[in-house]
């Protein structure tokens, strides 16, 4: 588990310094990334990991609540322009990618609709 979330903040490093321009841009204007909004989950490579494929996130500044179509819910936080990470029951960490869809640590992607 160690290794796992070891080998996922390299990528999170990894994917923050290859858009140095993107970061620089939203640190200059103070921009949140703004998460709110419907989402489905793309089973890439690991299968969904809950009930129910959509998923909808609500947004207050950096805070977040995450919830699927089936009632289950997270809090969450935005950590930074381009990183998120989620409470129980998820427990993941993500990265907010250029399209807005998150790719997240136990391997799934919730794509914005």
Same mark, same amino acid.
Request: with cysteine; charged share 10%.
């Given at each position: 588990?160690?290794? =796992?979330? %070891?080998? !996922?903040? !390299?990528?999170?490093?990894?994917?923050?310094?290859?858009?140095?321009?993107?970061?620089?841009?939203?640190?200059?204007?103070?921009?949140?990334?703004?998460?709110?909004?419907?989402?489905?989950?793309?089973?890439?490579?690991?299968?969904?990991?809950?009930?129910?494929?959509?998923?909808? %996130?609500?947004?207050t500044?950096?805070?977040?609540?995450l919830?699927? #179509?089936?009632?289950?819910?997270?809090?969450?936080?935005?950590?930074?322009?381009?990183?998120?990470?989620?409470?129980?029951?998820?427990?993941? %960490?993500?990265?907010?990618?250029? #399209?807005?869809?998150?790719?997240?640590?136990?391997?799934? =992607?919730?794509?914005?609709?």
């Amino acid at each position: 588990m160690l290794n =796992k979330s %070891i080998g !996922f903040a !390299f990528i999170v490093a990894l994917a923050a310094s290859s858009i140095p321009g993107l970061a620089h841009a939203q640190a200059q204007q103070g921009a949140r990334a703004s998460l709110a909004g419907a989402y489905r989950c793309e089973p890439q490579p690991s299968p969904c990991p809950w009930p129910g494929q959509t998923m909808a %996130i609500t947004q207050t500044g950096s805070d977040l609540e995450l919830k699927n #179509d089936q009632g289950s819910f997270a809090n969450g936080k935005l950590t930074s322009d381009i990183t998120v990470s989620g409470g129980p029951p998820w427990n993941a %960490i993500g990265i907010v990618l250029p #399209d807005h869809s998150i790719q997240w640590s136990n391997g799934t =992607k919730w794509q914005k609709q």
